[in-house]
T-cell receptor
Protein backbone atom coordinates (compact mmCIF):
# COMPACT_ATOMS: atom_id res chain seq x y z
CA UNK A 1 0.00 0.00 0.00
CA UNK A 2 1.31 3.43 -0.94
CA UNK A 3 1.59 6.02 1.81
CA UNK A 4 -0.73 8.37 -0.09
CA UNK A 5 -3.48 7.15 -2.39
CA UNK A 6 -5.17 9.42 -4.90
CA UNK A 7 -7.45 8.46 -7.75
CA UNK A 8 -5.86 9.72 -10.99
CA UNK A 9 -9.22 10.27 -12.71
CA UNK A 10 -9.90 11.95 -15.03
CA UNK A 11 -12.83 13.58 -13.30
CA UNK A 12 -15.06 15.40 -15.75
CA UNK A 13 -17.72 17.83 -14.51
CA UNK A 14 -19.87 20.56 -16.03
CA UNK A 15 -19.13 24.19 -15.32
CA UNK A 16 -20.67 25.33 -12.06
CA UNK A 17 -20.56 21.92 -10.39
CA UNK A 18 -19.13 21.27 -6.95
CA UNK A 19 -15.99 19.19 -7.24
CA UNK A 20 -14.74 16.84 -4.55
CA UNK A 21 -11.15 15.63 -4.68
CA UNK A 22 -9.84 13.18 -2.12
CA UNK A 23 -6.76 11.45 -0.79
CA UNK A 24 -6.28 8.74 1.77
CA UNK A 25 -3.10 8.02 3.63
CA UNK A 26 -1.64 5.42 5.93
CA UNK A 27 0.96 7.31 7.97
CA UNK A 28 -0.68 8.55 11.16
CA UNK A 29 2.29 10.87 11.76
CA UNK A 30 1.23 13.19 8.96
CA UNK A 31 0.16 16.54 10.36
CA UNK A 32 0.66 19.01 7.51
CA UNK A 33 -1.63 18.69 4.52
CA UNK A 34 -1.40 20.54 1.24
CA UNK A 35 -3.17 20.73 -2.07
CA UNK A 36 -1.34 21.76 -5.21
CA UNK A 37 -2.75 22.59 -8.62
CA UNK A 38 -0.67 21.75 -11.67
CA UNK A 39 -1.51 22.93 -15.15
CA UNK A 40 -0.13 20.99 -18.09
CA UNK A 41 3.62 21.49 -18.56
CA UNK A 42 3.87 23.75 -15.51
CA UNK A 43 5.13 23.39 -11.99
CA UNK A 44 2.67 22.76 -9.13
CA UNK A 45 1.13 25.78 -7.42
CA UNK A 46 0.29 25.67 -3.71
CA UNK A 47 -3.47 26.08 -3.28
CA UNK A 48 -4.28 25.17 0.29
CA UNK A 49 -2.31 24.36 3.40
CA UNK A 50 -3.81 22.86 6.55
CA UNK A 51 -2.30 21.83 9.83
CA UNK A 52 -3.86 18.87 11.64
CA UNK A 53 -7.60 18.24 11.43
CA UNK A 54 -10.35 20.62 10.46
CA UNK A 55 -11.54 22.76 7.60
CA UNK A 56 -10.01 25.69 5.81
CA UNK A 57 -11.75 27.88 3.28
CA UNK A 58 -10.26 30.20 0.68
CA UNK A 59 -12.64 31.64 -1.86
CA UNK A 60 -14.18 28.79 -3.84
CA UNK A 61 -11.83 26.23 -2.28
CA UNK A 62 -12.35 24.32 0.95
CA UNK A 63 -9.86 21.85 2.36
CA UNK A 64 -10.93 19.27 4.91
CA UNK A 65 -8.77 16.96 6.98
CA UNK A 66 -10.12 14.00 8.93
CA UNK A 67 -7.16 12.51 10.72
CA UNK A 68 -9.26 9.83 12.41
CA UNK A 69 -10.14 8.42 8.99
CA UNK A 70 -6.82 9.39 7.39
CA UNK A 71 -8.77 11.16 4.68
CA UNK A 72 -8.41 14.61 3.19
CA UNK A 73 -10.59 16.43 0.70
CA UNK A 74 -10.54 19.50 -1.48
CA UNK A 75 -13.86 20.98 -2.54
CA UNK A 76 -14.20 23.43 -5.40
CA UNK A 77 -17.45 25.37 -5.59
CA UNK A 78 -18.81 26.88 -8.79
CA UNK A 79 -16.14 25.14 -10.83
CA UNK A 80 -14.82 26.94 -13.90
CA UNK A 81 -13.10 25.68 -17.07
CA UNK A 82 -9.98 27.43 -15.78
CA UNK A 83 -9.99 24.99 -12.85
CA UNK A 84 -9.15 22.19 -15.29
CA UNK A 85 -5.80 20.90 -14.09
CA UNK A 86 -4.21 18.12 -12.09
CA UNK A 87 -4.64 18.42 -8.33
CA UNK A 88 -2.00 16.85 -6.13
CA UNK A 89 -2.39 16.25 -2.45
CA UNK A 90 0.73 16.28 -0.29
CA UNK A 91 1.37 15.69 3.37
CA UNK A 92 4.25 15.67 5.78
CA UNK A 93 5.01 14.69 9.33
CA UNK A 94 6.43 16.86 12.05
CA UNK A 95 9.97 16.12 13.07
CA UNK A 96 12.64 14.90 10.70
CA UNK A 97 13.01 16.66 7.37
CA UNK A 98 9.33 17.55 6.78
CA UNK A 99 9.68 16.41 3.19
CA UNK A 100 6.14 16.03 1.85
CA UNK A 101 4.82 12.86 0.30
CA UNK A 102 2.74 13.46 -2.80
CA UNK A 103 -0.26 11.67 -4.23
CA UNK A 104 -0.16 10.92 -7.94
CA UNK A 105 -2.67 13.65 -8.70
CA UNK A 106 -6.25 13.75 -9.97
CA UNK A 107 -6.90 15.15 -13.41
CA UNK A 108 -9.93 17.46 -13.38
CA UNK A 109 -11.76 18.58 -16.50
CA UNK A 110 -14.43 21.24 -16.21
CA UNK A 111 -16.34 21.56 -19.45
CA UNK A 112 -18.43 24.60 -20.40
CA UNK B 1 3.08 33.73 -2.33
CA UNK B 2 6.75 32.94 -2.61
CA UNK B 3 8.15 32.86 -6.16
CA UNK B 4 10.54 30.27 -7.52
CA UNK B 5 12.06 30.79 -10.93
CA UNK B 6 13.39 27.88 -12.96
CA UNK B 7 15.41 28.18 -16.14
CA UNK B 8 15.44 27.02 -18.89
CA UNK B 9 11.84 25.95 -19.28
CA UNK B 10 12.63 23.80 -22.29
CA UNK B 11 15.88 22.38 -23.54
CA UNK B 12 16.81 20.00 -26.32
CA UNK B 13 20.28 18.52 -26.39
CA UNK B 14 22.26 15.83 -28.10
CA UNK B 15 23.06 12.55 -26.40
CA UNK B 16 26.29 12.76 -24.43
CA UNK B 17 26.11 16.45 -23.63
CA UNK B 18 25.49 18.02 -20.23
CA UNK B 19 22.61 20.30 -19.34
CA UNK B 20 22.35 22.69 -16.42
CA UNK B 21 19.05 23.77 -14.91
CA UNK B 22 18.85 26.69 -12.51
CA UNK B 23 16.38 27.21 -9.69
CA UNK B 24 16.12 30.54 -7.91
CA UNK B 25 13.98 31.72 -5.02
CA UNK B 26 13.18 35.30 -5.98
CA UNK B 27 11.70 36.84 -2.87
CA UNK B 28 12.75 34.61 -0.01
CA UNK B 29 15.68 32.67 1.33
CA UNK B 30 15.59 28.94 0.84
CA UNK B 31 17.86 26.90 3.04
CA UNK B 32 16.51 23.78 1.40
CA UNK B 33 15.61 23.12 -2.20
CA UNK B 34 14.28 19.93 -3.73
CA UNK B 35 14.61 18.49 -7.20
CA UNK B 36 11.84 16.37 -8.64
CA UNK B 37 11.34 14.43 -11.80
CA UNK B 38 7.91 13.87 -13.28
CA UNK B 39 6.89 11.43 -15.97
CA UNK B 40 3.69 11.96 -17.99
CA UNK B 41 0.57 11.47 -15.87
CA UNK B 42 2.67 10.45 -12.89
CA UNK B 43 3.30 12.10 -9.58
CA UNK B 44 6.42 13.89 -8.54
CA UNK B 45 9.43 11.72 -7.86
CA UNK B 46 11.85 13.26 -5.41
CA UNK B 47 15.40 13.01 -6.73
CA UNK B 48 17.40 14.87 -4.12
CA UNK B 49 17.33 17.37 -1.30
CA UNK B 50 19.72 20.26 -1.59
CA UNK B 51 20.90 22.19 1.44
CA UNK B 52 22.76 25.45 1.10
CA UNK B 53 26.48 24.99 1.65
CA UNK B 54 26.45 21.22 1.93
CA UNK B 55 26.25 18.16 -0.27
CA UNK B 56 22.89 17.12 -1.63
CA UNK B 57 21.09 14.10 -0.27
CA UNK B 58 20.00 11.78 -3.05
CA UNK B 59 17.04 9.43 -2.98
CA UNK B 60 17.62 5.74 -3.48
CA UNK B 61 18.16 4.85 -7.10
CA UNK B 62 19.19 8.34 -8.20
CA UNK B 63 22.73 8.46 -9.61
CA UNK B 64 24.53 11.34 -7.93
CA UNK B 65 27.29 11.35 -10.54
CA UNK B 66 24.74 11.79 -13.30
CA UNK B 67 22.58 14.38 -11.58
CA UNK B 68 24.94 16.90 -10.03
CA UNK B 69 23.32 19.30 -7.61
CA UNK B 70 24.88 22.47 -6.28
CA UNK B 71 23.28 24.83 -3.76
CA UNK B 72 25.79 27.64 -3.59
CA UNK B 73 23.60 30.30 -2.01
CA UNK B 74 20.32 30.74 -0.15
CA UNK B 75 18.57 31.64 -3.42
CA UNK B 76 20.15 29.40 -6.04
CA UNK B 77 20.39 25.68 -6.67
CA UNK B 78 21.46 24.04 -9.92
CA UNK B 79 20.91 20.57 -11.36
CA UNK B 80 23.33 19.38 -14.01
CA UNK B 81 22.40 16.31 -16.02
CA UNK B 82 25.76 14.96 -17.14
CA UNK B 83 26.27 12.92 -20.29
CA UNK B 84 22.56 12.99 -20.96
CA UNK B 85 20.88 10.11 -22.75
CA UNK B 86 17.39 9.78 -24.23
CA UNK B 87 16.15 8.00 -21.10
CA UNK B 88 16.96 11.15 -19.13
CA UNK B 89 14.30 13.00 -21.10
CA UNK B 90 11.73 14.15 -18.59
CA UNK B 91 10.15 17.09 -16.79
CA UNK B 92 12.39 18.32 -13.99
CA UNK B 93 10.91 20.55 -11.31
CA UNK B 94 12.62 22.30 -8.44
CA UNK B 95 11.00 23.48 -5.28
CA UNK B 96 12.10 25.58 -2.36
CA UNK B 97 11.13 25.89 1.24
CA UNK B 98 11.30 29.21 3.03
CA UNK B 99 13.82 29.18 5.84
CA UNK B 100 11.21 30.54 8.23
CA UNK B 101 8.79 27.75 7.32
CA UNK B 102 11.19 24.91 7.86
CA UNK B 103 8.80 22.95 10.03
CA UNK B 104 5.67 23.01 7.93
CA UNK B 105 6.36 21.06 4.75
CA UNK B 106 5.08 23.86 2.50
CA UNK B 107 6.94 23.92 -0.79
CA UNK B 108 6.95 26.45 -3.61
CA UNK B 109 7.67 25.12 -7.05
CA UNK B 110 9.39 26.42 -10.12
CA UNK B 111 7.75 26.24 -13.53
CA UNK B 112 9.64 23.10 -14.48
CA UNK B 113 12.17 22.32 -17.20
CA UNK B 114 11.36 19.94 -20.00
CA UNK B 115 14.48 18.10 -21.15
CA UNK B 116 14.54 16.27 -24.45
CA UNK B 117 17.68 14.32 -25.28
CA UNK B 118 18.03 13.33 -28.92
Amino acid sequence: QKEVEQDPGPLSVPEGAIVSLNCTYSNSAFQYFMWYRQYSRKGPELLMYTYSSGNKEDGRFTAQVDKSSKYISLFIRDSQPSDSATYLCAMSASGGSYIPTFGRGTSLIVHP
Amino acid sequence: GAVVSQHPSWVICKSGTSVKIECRSLDFQATTMFWYRQFPKQSLMLMATSNEGSKATYEQGVEKDKFLINHASLTLSTLTVTSAHPEDSSFYICSARESVRMNTGELFFGEGSRLTVL
